[in-house]
């Protein structure tokens, strides 16, 4: 049994807290937030200061605040001597996703980063045909994400919309489907980026939609990807065109097999789940992995690359959009 105390009672924190009641390895035993609830059952800090001056029981302390603040909690709370659970994404560069990683390592201690996604059955199933070779060459990747965020939506969280502390759509609302490539291939590299800003330009500090290039091991990828639909979220899903096969899952949390047809690979339709939530699922694995002393399929050095790729996204969206305005410029004045 490890003990988790979580940093930030919002929304997210909320979630990680049923997540730990779930989890038969783990127990919550505080949170540390300026405005606790009068009904808290467990112990409560209104400080970090005072959670880390104060606290002799904490195994992990789960990261739950803004994501631009993500670095400087994770490393107090490591310099304190606990391991750290940071919900993505683990930070806005790389620049300080390695910093956290380098103290973590000097003061032997853990760091995992909440990618929830990768303990979805239909996940693991693909990830098994790729690893066993099953697919043979693999030609491309699509992913489709039609999703609505709206003014609502950031009047709620008065940190979202901010570039500094949110850091924009790739790392708040989609960098799962990111990691989910980091997960399935050795290799993924952003190639080429735009970016548009159709409905927030007065509510977000960066674009709420885009398009991005890829390569994936040896695969041709493409991401297509949006907050501005209409009313609601219609639409997540990835489709992978093979050699031997293709396949195509789906759902905001990638727990449904949408078809499936392959070569010698008999796909069961009980592949898909109503399982939503796999955050259970992720406190167990990490508080097995300190108890066992085994490596985890969240560790923190899996977040590398995710942060690199949509950095590079988002740079290359930019310089895009450069070009393009000088280019108006140019013929404006020809």
């Known amino acids: 049994m490890k003990n988790f105390s979580i940093l930030g009672y919002g929304h997210i924190g909320r979630v990680h807290q049923q997540a730990i009641e779930e989890a038969e390895n783990a127990q919550l035993i505080s949170v540390i937030d300026f405005n606790l609830p009068e009904d808290l059952s467990i112990k409560g800090y209104s400080t970090l200061e005072s959670f880390l ?19 400087e909690h994770a490393i107090r709370c490591l310099k304190a001597g606990k391991n750290v659970l940071i919900e993505k994404p683990i930070a806005l560069t790389v620049e300080d996703t390695n910093e956290i990683l380098k103290v973590a390592e000097e003061k032997k201690l853990r760091v995992f980063t909440s990618m929830q996604l990768r303990f979805s059955p239909v996940v693991q199933y693909i990830k098994n045909l790729l690893d066993n070779n099953s697919l043979g060459k693999v030609f491309m990747v699509n992913i489709n994400c039609y999703w609505n965020r709206n003014k609502n939506y950031y009047k709620l969280r008065e940190w979202h919309g901010n570039q500094e502390m949110d850091g ?31 409905t927030h330009q007065e ?21 297509i990807y949006t907050t501005s639909v209409f009313n609601k979220n219609f639409e997540s899903n990835i ?31 009980t592949i898909s789940t109503d399982q939503k939530n796999f955050h259970p699922n992720a ?12 490596d985890s399929l969240l560790d923190g050095k899996y977040a590398v690359n995710l942060v690199q790729f949509i950095t590079d996204a ?21």
């Open 314 to 334: 988002n740079q290359l969206a930019t310089q895009n959009k450069q070009e393009i305005k000088t280019e108006d410029y140019e013929i404006s004045h020809s």
């Open 283 to 294: 406190i167990a694995e990490i508080s097995d992995a300190l108890m066992r002393h085994h």
């Open 168 to 198: 924009g759509v790739l790392f708040t609302q989609f960098s799962h489907f990111v990691d989910i490539m980091n997960f399935w291939f050795n290799e993924v590299v952003c190639t080429n980026a735009k970016s548009f800003n159709f």
């Open 53 to 71: 001056n104060e606290d002799q029981e904490t195994d992990v302390v789960v990261i739950a605040t803004p994501n631009g603040m993500h670095r």
């Open 239 to 269: 489709t992978i065109i093979a050699e031997k096969g293709t396949i195509k899952i789906g759902d905001q949390y990638l727990n449904q097999m949408i078809y499936s047809d392959l070569k010698n690979v008999c796909c069961s339709n």
């Open 203 to 223: 509510i977000t500090e960066f674009d709420d939609s885009g398009c991005v290039d890829f390569i994936a091991d040896d695969a041709i990828g493409h991401m």
